[in-house]
T-cell receptor
Framework: EAGVAQSPRYKIIEKRQSVAFWCNPI?????LYWYQQILGQGPKLLIQ????????DSQLPKDRFSAERLKGVDSTLKIQPAKLEDSAVYLC???????????FGQGTRLTVV | GENVEQHPSTLSVQEGDSAVIKCTYS??????FPWYKQELGKGPQLIID?????GEKKDQRIAVTLNKTAKHFSLHITETQPEDSAVYFC???????????FGSGTRLSIRP
């Protein structure tokens, strides 16, 4: 079974620029999550999708972050404009349904300079 | 909201010895407690989980205990091996399909 795919693996941008991350969850997984993991900390949930609907985006800084899940499959997370404190690893995860294991991708490491 | 505290932040044990990582949670409604292992450059991987209707669960060298009254849960790794070296995260949630709150992580090092 193929895992959660994320791209790019690494990205370096200047502050105030924009950036987008892409995630392809495991086939058939209805729930998709985006997490932000700052160095030395645990992952923090940014947004959760159930199919193509948003379940929880309470921790998403909506003035600069946006996310969508196209046709309930792939998802993109965008930051515009980026700030220095956005430097982190952005993790995508998915699971089949309630009470099943969540699988994580390898993440995208973003450095804002 | 839910808050998960994890201790210690770093742990070094001799190969073959046991390692214990402890977590506390704040929301008594939490009913799902997964543990994740994260190796360098990789995403977290589930290694074991426990639900609130169970006090203990074991899978080979890994065991997890849960004390609902005290809101504590712990990860026990016995007979540690070099490949156990990684960062371990505890987490708490209403269920595996809802918002999962992570602890701050424990960097475990196994000394040869």
């Amino acid at each position: 079974e193929a895992g959660v795919a994320q791209s790019p693996r690494y990205k370096i941008i200047e502050k105030r620029q924009s950036v987008a991350f892409w995630c392809n969850p495991i086939s058939g997984h209805a729930t998709l999550y985006w997490y932000q993991q700052i160095l030395g900390q645990g992952p923090k949930l940014l947004i959760q999708f159930q199919n193509n609907g948003v379940v929880d985006d309470s921790q998403l800084p909506k003035d600069r972050f946006s996310a969508e899940r196209l046709k309930g499959v792939d998802s993109t997370l965008k930051i515009q404009p980026a700030k220095l404190e956005d430097s982190a690893v952005y993790l995508c995860a998915s699971n089949l349904n309630r009470d099943t294991e969540a699988f994580f991708g390898q993440g995208t490491r973003l450095t804002v300079v | 909201g839910e808050n998960v505290e994890q201790h210690p932040s770093t742990l070094s044990v001799q190969e073959g010895d046991s390692a214990v990582i402890k977590c506390t949670y704040s929301d008594s409604a939490s009913n799902y407690f997964p543990w994740y292992k994260q190796e360098l450059g990789k995403g977290p991987q589930l290694i074991i989980d426990i639900r609130s209707n169970v006090g203990e669960k074991k899978d080979q060298r890994i065991a997890v205990t849960l004390n609902k009254t005290a809101k504590h849960f712990s990860l026990h790794i016995t007979e540690t091996q070099p490949e156990d070296s990684a960062v371990y995260f505890c987490a708490a949630s209403w269920s595996s399909a809802s918002k999962i709150i992570f602890g701050s992580g424990t960097r475990l090092s196994i000394r040869p």
